[in-house]
């Protein structure tokens, strides 16, 4: 047969079992068990109302630690969500940044059309392409244009690096492409498009002294 358990009031205290202090009811608590007592028709104090107390207490507490640990995960949530979108914002807001300057920016060289819009969209300055004619097909203008910009990027006294940490060209040698030029990988290449910019300036001032 199966064992049926003792009733609360012959078995002993557990808590002195295992070497704790006993805890008592509070005023309130022992104040409800003695309505709930008066309400069952039984005298007070009894070990039946006192337990009942004893257990929405525990009950009580319980549920106040599972809310309290559900406000902070839900807060926590809440705070990892708002990372999550910032992160993803900023990315958004870089990929299209770069592909804009992607877009801005021939690879081969200088800028593209949407580039010098952009360009004079935010400086207001009117950039227009490089001349690429050979030097007998250029006009006047042409050759001063050219001839100025040979001198102002390679003709300066210390060259900004024409290669970058892999070898490959930087934008700074690269816009030598736009301009009909071969891209200069070394200074002496550099000085060559520079000189090459002294004569067109040269030849100009002759043809605009002519008249």
Do not use: C
């Amino acid at each position: 047969m199966a064992k049926t358990a003792r009733t609360p009031w012959k078995r002993t205290n557990p808590r002195k079992r295992a070497g704790k202090a006993s805890k008592h009811l509070s005023a309130a608590q022992k104040s409800a068990a003695k309505a709930r007592a008066r309400r069952a028709g039984r005298r007070y104090p009894n070990l039946v109302d006192n337990m009942r107390m004893a257990a929405t207490k525990k009950t009580a507490k319980t549920k106040s630690s599972k809310k309290t640990s559900k406000s902070k995960a839900s807060k926590a949530k809440s705070k990892t969500s708002a990372k999550k979108t910032r992160k993803r914002t900023a990315k958004k807001a870089k990929s299209r940044k770069r592909s804009a300057s992607a877009r801005e920016q021939d690879p081969r060289g200088g800028l593209t059309a949407a580039g010098r819009k952009a360009f004079a969209r935010k400086q207001g300055a009117h950039l227009r392409p490089g001349v690429t004619k050979r030097e007998s097909e250029m006009t006047p203008q042409e050759m001063r244009r050219k001839g100025s910009w040979a001198v102002r990027f390679y003709g300066r006294a210390k060259l900004p690096p024409l290669v970058d940490g892999t070898g490959r060209p930087t934008r700074h040698a690269l816009s030598a492409h736009a301009w009909g030029e071969p891209v200069p990988r070394t200074v002496a290449e550099a000085r060559r498009i520079a000189a090459k910019g002294e004569r067109l300036l040269a030849r100009y001032r002759r043809v605009k002294a002519r008249g």
